[in-house]
């Protein structure tokens, strides 16, 4: 199986710093994206991890341990724009397999 | 141009109804995607094309029928739907469906059509 799992929600403030981990069980995938989603509105890119170790993107960063079976999206110097949900999806061949996502809430 | 659009972004139907979703990429993409999003929800994975083929129907109701006319459209077209249909019809696209690279893996969305079925 690929059972996704990922908080339900999370609360930050703004300024600080949310780490929102995905974990997984799966046989073989070929990588693992990251995907904000605001409201009403269709996913974004963030971030595709294929080798274990961390991405950096400006604010964001993401991480993949395959060995673990763990990835976590890392937001730094959060804004209130950045209340969104985001989603893991594991790459496998050309099908996403997709976590419930974490619906993340930024507090002033 | 580096967007998927999708017309109309709101729809209201009624059951006996028959409508079409439409979607336009101009991005060269050869795989082009079909996703059914409720509220609170990921996104569900409904159809698959790839280079122009059905490649994936995940066992979707024949109410629903996809069609790809050419490289840069996807259509759904409606027929007789229930209410609990009512959701966020997403399209998306990457650049090769079975291509290896980073490059070529991520989907890109469109902003998506609210359909609600009376």
């Known amino acids: 199986g690929q059972n996704i799992d990922q908080p339900t929600e999370m609360t930050a403030t703004e300024g600080a710093i949310v780490q929102i981990n995905c974990t997984y069980q799966t046989s073989g995938f070929n990588g693992l994206f990251w995907y904000q989603q605001h409201a009403g509105e269709a996913p974004t890119f963030l971030s595709y991890?294929?080798l274990d170790g961390l991405e950096e993107k400006g604010r964001f960063s993401s991480f993949l341990s395959r060995s673990k079976g763990y990835s976590y999206l890392l937001l730094k110097e959060l804004q209130m724009k950045d209340s969104a949900s985001y989603l893991c999806?594991?790459?496998?061949?050309?099908?996403?397999?997709w976590g419930a996502g974490t619906k993340l809430i930024i507090k002033p | 141009d580096t967007e998927v659009t999708q017309t109309p972004k709101h729809l209201v139907m009624g059951m006996t109804n028959k409508k079409s979703l439409k979607c336009e990429q101009h991005m060269g993409h050869r795989a082009m995607y079909w996703y059914k999003q409720k509220a609170k929800k990921p996104p569900e994975l409904m159809f698959v094309y790839s280079y122009e083929k059905l490649s994936i129907n995940e066992s979707v109701p024949s109410r629903f029928s996809p069609e790809c006319p050419n490289s840069s459209l996807l259509n759904l077209h409606l027929h007789a739907l229930q209410p609990e249909d009512s959701a966020l019809y997403l399209c998306?696209?990457?650049?090769?469906?079975?291509?290896?690279?980073?490059?070529?893996?991520?989907?890109?969305f469109g902003p998506g059509t609210r359909l609600t079925v009376l």
């Open positions: 999806a594991l790459d496998s061949n050309y099908q996403l397999i």
């Open positions: 998306a696209s990457s650049q090769e469906p079975l291509a290896g690279g980073t490059w070529s893996r991520e989907q890109f």
């Open positions: 991890n294929v």
